[in-house]
């Protein structure tokens, strides 16, 4: 597995690197947003460890450029604590973040839970169909009117869990748990980003959804 690591923090870069390549990821830098795009196209990492803050271009532009040609799951790297920065991050495209000072423990474990999650394939069944829309279970792709439906690691996820749960409500906590494996509990709003970002993608009035819908006070699921 490849990770490609993008902070103007040499230092920091170093050890990140170091211990990556101590549990066996290769591993490519760079400084800048502007590099995190080239790289990204020329490296074709497996996941991306970027930087917020970087001169030239940051990495929420960085971020929003790459999903331009590629899925790979992207890790924000944020000295910001306010709930806007980080999702603002998750609309740029951005699969998950972390706070700076961060536990190298606490990045390598989220690290785990992307590659896990953009590698998994199914064995039973290739395919899963509702209505217009269907997912391959095996290249991970989502289709609408079998049209290719361009989503981040993170929103295939959610789609997923969703679709293989028809017309079973989830709430915010549930889906954290469920999806992101960790305590998310301080930043719920996370899964609101995403389920807006979906109905944008998926249904054809995401003010008046087909599929995906909210039952209020409790949460959201797929309606088959």
Not at 59 to 68: F, N, V, Y
Not at 152 to 162: G, M, Q, S
Request: glycine share 4%.
């Amino acid at each position: 597995m490849k990770i490609l690591i993008v902070d103007d923090e040499e230092l920091l870069v170093k050890g990140i690197r170091f211990n990556l390549q101590n549990e066996g990821y290769d591993t490519v830098t760079g400084s800048d947003g502007l590099e995190a795009v080239e790289l990204a196209q020329q490296e074709k990492p497996d996941l991306i460890i970027l930087d917020v803050m970087m001169p030239n271009m940051d990495g929420l532009t960085a971020c929003s450029r790459i999903r331009a040609f590629s899925n790979v799951p992207i890790i924000l790297l944020t000295a910001k604590t306010e709930d806007m920065d980080k999702l603002m991050g998750f609309d740029n495209g951005a699969d998950d973040y972390i706070t700076k000072p961060f536990n190298i423990l606490e990045l390598k474990a989220r690290i785990r839970a992307l590659l896990r999650r953009s590698t998994v394939r199914e064995t039973q069944c290739n395919a899963l169909t509702i209505g217009a829309i269907t997912l391959d279970l095996d290249a991970r792709n989502a289709y609408k009117a079998d049209v290719i439906v361009d989503l981040t690691a993170r929103e295939y996820d959610v789609i997923e869990f969703l679709m293989k749960n028809p017309n079973k409500v989830y709430s915010r906590e549930n889906l954290l748990d469920s999806i992101w494996a960790y305590e998310y509990k301080s930043d719920i709003r996370t899964v609101d980003v995403h389920i807006r970002r979906l109905r944008e993608k998926l249904e054809d009035d995401p003010a008046d959804p087909q599929y995906i819908m909210t039952k209020w006070g409790v949460g959201y699921f797929f309606k088959k």
